[in-house]
């Protein structure tokens, strides 16, 4: 099956603790992103990278971390400086072709909570 | 002001009724304008995009444009209770890869 998968599904995190939030797209997609959405609003960016081994912070980056050592897989460190990390968390990819119609899909999504 | 804005609803409607969406956006060199349904504790899912000027029509739904009002609709017709989402609507600005979303429309469809 072709898609973008997200895990864990569910994640509990203590105060002070980094946790890593794991995307992985067979979809041979070359962009990947990263969003955060809280209750009743929409999605803001993290990071986002559009090739490997390059990636840029997005609107709300502080916080968090990400690396793109491979095209599949994009992981987002939510680190200790997160002051309200408690949140739902979306990775997206795209096929970067042009720019009108680049498409972004979502896999299911990581649900974060502090403790 | 908000970069992308929509009413955050409800939105109710009858069963079988046209249900109108509608998003405004700042960044007038915006190039492309999609829409997602989200229901509750799911991910978003792609209905359509649009980036030309006028109307886009898939199915029940149709994508308006009117890049000089600066005004993205989206219509569902012979809307059904499993129409019943939230709906986002996210923008492609200036120079940049990445969407800015809206914060979305509940819809309500009434059996």
């Known amino acids: 099956d072709g898609g973008i998968t997200q895990s864990p599904k569910y994640l509990f995190r203590k105060e002070g603790q980094n946790v890593t939030l794991s995307c992985e797209q067979n979809l041979n997609h070359d962009a990947m992103y990263w969003y955060r959405q809280d209750p009743g609003q929409g999605l803001r960016l993290i990071y986002y990278s559009q090739i490997v081994n390059d990636f840029q912070k997005g609107d709300i980056a502080e916080g968090y971390s990400v690396s793109r050592e491979k095209k599949e897989s994009f992981p987002l460190t939510v680190t200790s400086a997160q002051k309200n990390p408690t949140a739902f968390y979306l990775c997206?990819?795209?096929?970067?072709?042009?720019?009108?119609?680049?498409?972004?899909?979502f896999g299911p999504g990581t649900r974060l909570t502090v403790l | 002001q908000k970069e992308v804005e929509q009413n955050s609803g409800p939105l109710s409607v009858p069963e079988g009724a046209i249900a109108s969406l509608n998003c405004t956006y700042s960044?007038?060199?915006?190039?492309?304008f999609f829409w997602y349904r989200q229901y509750s504790g799911k991910s978003p899912e792609l209905i359509m995009f649009i980036y030309s000027n006028g109307d886009k029509e898939d199915g029940r739904f149709t994508a308006q444009l009117n890049k000089a009002s600066q005004y993205v609709s989206l219509l569902i017709r012979d809307s059904q209770p499993s129409d019943s989402a939230t709906y986002l609507c996210?923008?492609?600005?200036?120079?940049?890869?990445?969407?800015?979303f809206g914060s979305g429309t509940r819809l309500q469809v009434q059996p």
């Open positions: 960044d007038r060199g915006s190039q492309s």
């Open positions: 997206a990819s795209s096929f970067r072709g042009r720019a009108n119609t680049d498409t972004q899909y």
């Open positions: 996210a923008v492609r600005g200036t120079g940049r890869r990445a969407l800015t």
